[in-house]
């Protein structure tokens, strides 16, 4: 804002992929929540330096632009391409520059820097800001894609939760324990029996034992219930060793 010479700031996520409520705000100084939300719910469609749908810029991986009220006109048309609904609500907030640099993280998502002014004597110089915009861009880019990475990875841990291995450790001898881990990445019993230095003979005895222990006749059984994780309520026939 001090390089620019704004007086507001914001830093949104917009997401073209999503019909409805597509901009996400990550932190914004000197703008009011109610214009964020208006902003937000429609003028983001009409503003000409945001790479929404229908902007001539939404293609783009990368811009920065400054936009000014000087073509809006009191009774402009709201679906004109040249902003000027935009700028007729943002003027009555006393806005006379504003200022927008993005970069595309994806086909469909943007993070976006949006800067106002409003004094009209003075003007909006990005130049001097753009290094400090495009910083904070890729740093903000890189914190995006982690934190979805890392709440996609939580989500899929906890769809898919592993067995309970310890209570499972419990009722088996110490080779059985090791061959149903083994069945566990989906291993067959040549590769059982070669990851254990076992013959595959071998293996089918081992797993009669734990079909046995477990009440099932098949290993398609078996996998179901190891994937069920609750141990505790089930009756096992023999103990390990």
Same mark, same amino acid.
């Given at each position: ?27 914004? =100084? &000197? !703008? #009011? ?8 719910? @429609?003028?983001? $469609? ?8 229908k ?30 609904q ?31 002014l409003?004094?009209?004597? =003075? &003007? !909006? #110089? ?8 495009? @910083?904070?861009? $890729?740093?903000s ?14 989500e ?61 006749? #098949? ?23």
């Amino acid at each position: 804002m001090q390089k620019s010479g704004a007086d507001g700031v914001s830093l949104f996520l917009l997401d073209n992929s999503l019909e409805n409520h597509p901009i996400s705000f990550i932190y914004h =100084k &000197h !703008l #009011s929540e109610e214009t964020l939300e208006r902003y937000a719910s @429609s003028l983001y $469609k009409h503003d000409p330096l945001t790479p929404h749908r229908k902007s001539v810029l939404h293609s783009c991986s990368s811009f920065t632009g400054i936009s000014v009220d000087n073509t809006a006109t009191s009774d402009g048309d709201p679906d004109s391409p040249n902003g000027q609904q935009y700028w007729k609500y943002f003027k009555r907030l006393g806005f006379h520059e504003t200022a927008v640099s993005f970069r595309a993280i994806s086909s469909n998502m943007y993070l976006v820097i949006g800067l106002n002014l409003t004094v009209k004597r =003075k &003007h !909006l #110089s990005v130049d001097p800001a753009i290094q400090s915009m495009d @910083s904070w861009l $890729k740093e903000s880019c890189d914190y995006v894609i982690e934190f979805s990475v890392r709440n996609y990875n939580r989500e899929c841990f906890h769809k898919k939760p592993e067995p309970q291995l310890e209570d499972l450790a419990e009722h088996l001898t110490n080779r059985e324990f090791q061959v149903v881990c083994e069945l566990l990445q989906g291993k067959s019993n040549k590769q059982i029996a070669y990851t254990l230095s076992l013959s595959e003979y071998t293996i089918e005895n081992y797993l009669r034992k734990i079909y046995r222990k477990f009440n099932v006749r #098949s290993r398609t059984s078996l996998m179901a219930l190891l994937k069920l994780r609750d141990f505790s309520t089930h009756s096992f026939h023999g103990t390990g060793n």
